[in-house]
């Protein structure tokens, strides 16, 4: 019963949601343009005194006595010089090595792991200052004929010195990542001392959010102030600006000792507090719609072929996910193709090639499945589902045997992190993608199928079978293609999911049940009805995870939302948009 | 440090002080010739047989081992690993004259991550190729499915995985860390000043058993340390679970104060997208370190580290433990791989329940050897408080519970999928298999013909769980 009310409810709210969210994105794309070209990084040493990098310098930052590291690396840290930052990350990441050749003698460098085009592995070595390729040897040969020997960290004095160093220096850091997290870290360690570096990264910072972090960290530190005025200041201006990470600090000061001394300050925090938290509400809000969007494109790029395959010719392909499954594994030999054939800045593009590839990849080992299995079973669901269900048993196995445990498709760098639209809300340009992708798929079915004349013969053999043979058109050639179809579009859907999920060889059962969930309740017959049950069983998902809370929302979300499919399914068994008149016979 | 002494050979000699039979003279003179005489020909024998070993095939009967790892279906991601470094064990044993003079032959079995499976697949093992020790098992569902079979067959399982504990069986050898080496030291690290003094702990897991039990500790014992029970955050969910979205934004949000730390149980493929998902959300280490006791070496490979620099994960073992031994241990295991033509074998890595399989390996031969007896009772016999050398600082099997000694490491993620060592125990650490946080009257003994674990109910009398349990004969 709730359940029949519940949903068109849920589609007023999502359509709303949707609008919402399209403007934002439209917005994001402005500013993430804008972005670009805004970006200006303040460069420069930040102070360009006495003491250059010397090499003296490098032999006592790798000294194996943990005192001479000490006051080595207190000297370079008090030069405050951003030309040290690659030496001092390299000490920090590991990847500073005393590199003793064939004659014997040391030098300190930054070593670089390479996969060659040939396979070969290769170690690099880099100047430590000038990150200039000192040299170059097969990684075999490096054991055998010198000696590489990693610089540590010998003492605890030196890591912390080392941290605090970077700390500093990372302020002015190429990387805006980089510069951010820095910020929010000397922001939450609550030091007043920092308080000067951090103003001088503010007046030559010019990003947006780093400029944001900079500021949220600095009056963060205030709230510490001696003087009531500059915490009171402070206060005010975080609630403007929406400072989340003092969140917690400012409470802390209204509940516990030592307790926020001014009445006055007092109520800024309080007013603070409150204008953060409604601006959390709000977030909440719009990140739910985002998620619940995003969820629902995951959803129909999963449910869209099946809605061909099985909704349109009503076979039952049980190997559905398998399908989803090679598509991914498409992208990854890809992905593993241009790494090892071509050189670096050429190896994202993979992902350009993977979306068609896994396309029609999947499509011609659809229509072979079509052409030797499916066509010999149609209108005997049972035998279809028992014999989809063998072909799905069998490609896992082989995925297993072939690719072995561990793939992982990366996602190229591009899209890598996200669109910060406002203050800490992220999307993912991973996801923006999906969604993006799915609308491009969702119009090209339409277009396909409404608009051109293939189209119009799949309509009709779907619809009458007998009818379309009588009138000339060869029924066995549409079934073939349009299943290869359908199979093709599961293998862009495997490509897409890849970004965000991982590749394994149980991908496809991790997915099918959801693909015919999606599809079941759409309406089978309906690919419209496939968009909106996805919508809408995204958002709903989206909106029922926080709502259910405690310990396990998502596991009692994915539950609910079962539960109020098979209720929904025992009130409209056709779902949401039922097949009308003989198209209603076919599939069962 | 006591730790890194090889085997101490005086347990060994106190056995052989038996009291002299009464006899006869002439029997006497009879019986010591006959003994020299024996001793004369077994000396000469055993010098042949070293000779023999050495230079020529196995003359002795190989002794079969059951390997009981699932090699498909989802657990194999991890599994194979394991099962790949237990074959290397076998094969160095092998080539140094095997145990006791007999070279082991694996008898490999793939439970396939059936849980029923595993059980039969034990069953098999013991009674039909009648095993003399069995190395197996991953997933605690595993482990409760094969255990009475174990007991009820009087086996015996070398278990090399990172547990929950509130466990203790006659017939398993736990080599892999209790709660109290893994999950509590991590959080008494982020507790501290190290690990940045954090104050609201947010743990997510995967929804079965180990998570579950651990969490149950986890939240004990931070409510005793003073946490605040509304900033401790607990959440699970289902085994490939792929959407993480909602979880990053809590997680974020709960983060943004810089005093807070992820603890993360999530289990197997869904770390895939979790990681991503937190990449992607720009939660950096810095700000909110996830803390993870199910991510290694091994699953690392799977991942892109870029993103993941700087988030840490405890264990008792990290590939980068900087002794020559372990380096030359970590090249075997390459050559080892490139050998057999293992798939991706340029690029594998050993990681800490590997390399606990593998010294499982190692410390039942020498309590074979101890003992010298397959036999599973005189095995149990030999094996409490033996001291067995590792490529890193050794171990020692417990004197009572069946556990292990070892050190403990957090190690904090590299970009090239190593870590770096950050924070280390101050030598090893006892296993506590039931957690003083949740069971402070609950202890485990199996010597002096204890019959396992027992309670104390606060008082000073044992109570055994199990009081039908058969105790090991002294």
Not at chain 1, 290 to 296: A, H, M, R, V
Not at chain 2, 192 to 215: A, I
Request: proline share 4%; net charge neutral.
């Amino acid at each position: 019963m709730e359940t029949r009310q519940s949903v068109p409810i849920t589609f007023g709210r999502l359509s709303w949601n949707m609008v919402v969210c399209l403007l934002t994105s439209a917005l994001l794309l402005g500013l993430l343009l804008g972005k670009g070209i805004g970006l200006v990084y303040a460069e420069g040493p930040v102070t360009a005194e006495s003491g250059r990098p010397n090499a003296s310098s490098l032999q006592g930052l790798a000294s194996l006595d943990p005192t001479i590291q000490e006051t080595t690396l207190k000297g370079l840290v008090d030069l405050n010089d951003i030309a040290f930052l690659p030496a001092l990350t390299a000490l920090n990441d590991g990847t500073l090595h005393v590199w003793k050749d064939a004659t014997g003698s040391e030098k300190v460098v930054i070593i670089l792991r390479n996969i060659e085009l040939d396979g070969r592995e290769t170690i690099s070595f880099l100047d430590p200052f000038t990150g200039v390729e000192l040299g170059k040897l097969n990684a075999t040969d490096v054991f055998s004929e010198g000696e590489l020997e990693m610089v540590t960290m010998r003492s605890g004095v030196v890591r912390l010195t080392l941290r605090e160093g970077l700390d500093r220096l990372r302020l002015f850091d190429p990387d805006v990542v980089v510069r951010r997290a820095t910020a929010a870290k000397l922001g939450n360690a609550g030091k007043l001392s920092k308080l000067p570096i951090l103003e001088q990264a503010l007046s030559r910072e010019s990003h947006k959010w780093v400029r944001h972090d900079i500021e949220v960290a600095i009056n963060q530190l205030r709230l510490d102030d001696p003087d009531p005025e500059v915490r009171r200041t402070a206060a005010t201006r975080l609630g403007e600006i929406k400072g989340m990470r003092a969140l917690s600090h400012m409470k802390e000061l209204l509940t516990e000792e030592p307790i926020e001394p001014s009445d006055t300050v007092r109520a800024s925090f309080t007013e603070a507090i409150e204008s953060i938290e409604s601006y959390q509400t709000f977030q909440t809000v719009v990140g739910s719609a985002f998620n619940g969007i995003s969820l629902g494109s995951v959803l129909f790029m999963m449910g869209l072929g099946l809605a061909i395959t099985y909704g349109l010719m009503g076979v039952i392909n049980m190997a559905h996910g398998e399908m989803m499954m090679i598509g991914a594994y498409t992208a990854f030999i890809l992905q593993e193709a241009f790494f090892y054939n071509l050189p670096p800045y050429l190896h994202d593009s993979y992902y350009f090639f993977a979306l068609p590839a896994s396309f029609v990849v999947t499509g011609a080992i659809g229509l072979l499945l079509e052409r030797s299995i499916i066509r010999f079973l149609y209108g005997r669901p049972l035998e279809t589902l028992l014999a989809t269900w063998g072909v799905s048993v069998f490609l896992e196995q082989a995925a297993r045997w072939y690719f072995g445990d561990l793939t992982s498709v990366n996602p190229p760098v591009f899209m890598r992190g996200g669109i910060e639209p406002m203050v800490g809300l992220v999307l993912p340009y991973s996801r923006i993608f999906i969604i993006l992708l799915a609308a491009v798929a969702l119009l090209g079915v339409y277009l396909l199928f409404f608009r051109t004349r293939v189209g119009l013969l799949v309509r009709a053999v779907t619809q009458n079978r007998n009818m379309s043979a009588c009138v000339g058109i060869s029924t066995r050639k549409v079934d073939s293609w349009t299943f290869a179809f359908g199979t093709g579009l599961a293998g862009i859907a495997g490509c897409a999911i890849s970004l965000i999920g991982n590749v394994d060889p149980t991908v496809g059962k991790t997915y099918i049940v959801e693909s015919f969930m999606v599809v079941v309740v759409g309406g089978v017959g309906k690919p419209a009805g496939t968009v909106v049950s996805a919508l809408g069983i995204g958002v709903f998902n989206k909106i029922l995870e926080p709502l259910i809370g405690g310990t396990g929302g998502s596991i009692y979300a994915k539950l609910f939302i079962l539960a109020a499919v098979i209720l929904f399914l025992q009130v409209r068994p056709t779902g949401l948009f039922p097949a009308k008149g003989r198209a209603a016979e076919v599939g069962t | 440090m006591e730790t890194k002494g090889s085997l101490d050979s005086e347990d060994v000699k106190k056995d052989e002080t038996t009291t002299e039979p009464e006899s006869s003279r002439r029997e006497f003179f009879a019986q010591s010739g006959r003994v020299a005489a024996g001793v004369g020909v077994a000396a000469l024998l055993g010098n042949l047989g070293h000779w023999a070993l050495s230079y020529t095939a196995y003359a002795a009967e190989p002794v079969k081992v059951g390997v009981l790892h699932s090699l498909s279906g989802t657990m194999a991601i991890s599994e194979v690993s394991i099962k790949d470094i237990v074959e290397m064990a076998a094969e160095e044993i092998n080539a140094k004259g095997g145990v006791n003079g007999r070279p082991i032959q694996l008898v490999i079995e793939d439970p396939a991550s059936n849980w029923d499976l595993f059980a039969e697949k034990a069953k098999k093992l013991l009674l039909q190729d009648k095993v003399v020790t069995v190395f197996g098992c991953w997933t605690s569902v595993s482990r409760k499915s094969v255990l009475p079979v174990f007991e009820k067959n009087n086996g015996l399982l070398f278990y090399p995985v990172q547990y929950e504990g509130e466990e203790c069986s006659r017939n398993v050898i736990y080599t892999g860390a209790a709660v109290n080496q893994q999950a509590t030291p991590a959080v008494d690290y982020h507790l501290g000043k190290e690990g940045g003094s954090k104050k609201k702990f947010y743990l997510v897991g995967t929804d079965y058993v180990y998570p579950r039990t651990t969490n149950k500790i986890v939240r004990a014992m931070l409510l005793a340390k003073g946490i605040a029970a509304k900033n401790i955050m607990e959440e699970y969910t289902p085994f490939h679970h792929q959407d993480y979205q909602t979880i990053i934004a809590k997680i974020k949000r709960f983060g943004a104060g810089g005093d807070a730390c992820v603890i993360n149980t999530i289990n197997g493929d869904s770390n895939v997208p979790f990681f991503k998902e937190l990449a992607n959300a720009g939660i950096t280490s810095g700000e909110c370190p996830v803390n993870s006791f199910s991510v290694a070496e091994d699953e690392l490979r799977g991942l892109d580290t870029k993103n993941l620099v700087g988030h840490l994960a405890c264990w008792n073992y990290f590939q980068s433990v900087n002794t020559p031994e372990n380096k030359a241990f970590v090249q075997r295991f390459k050559d080892f791989c490139k050998k057999k033509n293992l798939p991706d074998a340029p690029r594998r890595v050993v990681d800490d329940p590997m390399f606990w399989g593998y010294i499982g390996v190692y410390t039942w031969k020498m309590a074979v050897e101890k003992a010298k007896s397959f036999k599973v009772d005189d095995v149990l016999r030999a094996l409490p408080g033996l001291k067995v050398p590792t490529p890193d600082q050794g171990i020692i099997v417990d004197r009572k519970n069946h556990h292990t000694s070892k050190p403990v490491y957090i190690g904090s993620i590299l970009a090239n999928g190593q870590f770096d060592i950050i924070s280390q125990s101050a030598g090893l650490v006892d296993a506590l298999p039931w957690s003083e946080y949740t069971y402070p009257d609950r202890d485990c003994d199996w010597s002096n013909g204890g019959k396992g674990s027992f309670d104390m109910m606060g008082g000073t009398d044992r109570i055994w769980l199990d009081p039908k349990a058969a105790a090991i004969e002294t």
